[in-house]
């Protein structure tokens, strides 16, 4: 049986670097297809022998989120704002991001990658559905894989012993 979309989840912390317990945002509310680009660096070369060499040097990941909608309930919402708003850059947009694929919902523990992310906004306004604010995120490093449990659909993330 295939997994459904919903499997693959996306949060991110919407503290922005605050110390303590993150506070995780699931992301796709109102978003109908999301996917994390990985972006791949590739070459494939064709020597004069014939010969076919082939490199990969890593990937620059990103996920675009369009759209978002402004809604100061959300907690996402201030942050997003003062970013677009305030034209912020560098740190200031700097949060974690979470990866978790559910396999088995009825398993406790579900594998799982926190990274160091940005989030930047592409655009704000939008039409007569309401003020959106679209963003990217980012992929950072410091990729840490591990597992999450769910409670009450709240993320919490535990690291791999090293």
């Known amino acids: 049986m295939k997994l459904t979309r919903g499997a693959y989840r996306t949060f991110v912390d919407t503290t922005f670097g605050g110390t303590g317990t ?11 297809e999301m996917a994390t680009e990985l972006n791949p660096d590739t070459e494939t070369k064709k020597n004069i022998l014939d010969e076919t060499s082939f490199s990969h040097s ?12 402004a809604d ?4 996402l919402y201030p942050k997003l704002r003062d970013i677009a708003m ?24 579900h594998l799982a990658y926190k ?14 559905s309401g003020v959106s604010i679209p963003f990217t995120i980012n992929y950072a490093g410091n990729r840490t894989k591990g597992t999450v449990a769910f409670a009450n ?9 090293e």
């Not at 100061?72 to 907690?75: A, C, L, R």
């Not at 305030?86 to 523990?109: F, M, N, P, Q």
């Not at 659909?153 to 012993?161: E, H, I, L, Y």
Request: contains cysteine; proline residues 9%.
């Open 22 to 32: 993150p506070s995780w945002y699931w992301i796709g509310k109102d978003i109908e």
């Open 58 to 69: 890593g990937y620059e990941p990103s996920t675009e989120a369009d759209p978002f909608y």
């Open 72 to 75: 100061p309930s959300d907690p």
């Open 86 to 109: 305030g034209r912020l850059r560098g740190d200031d947009c700097k949060t974690s991001v979470l990866e978790v694929i559910v396999e088995d919902t009825e398993a406790t523990g």
């Open 115 to 128: 990274e160091d992310c940005y989030l930047v906004p592409t655009s704000i306004g939008g039409d007569t």
């Open 153 to 161: 659909k709240v993320p919490t993330f535990t690291a791999d012993a």
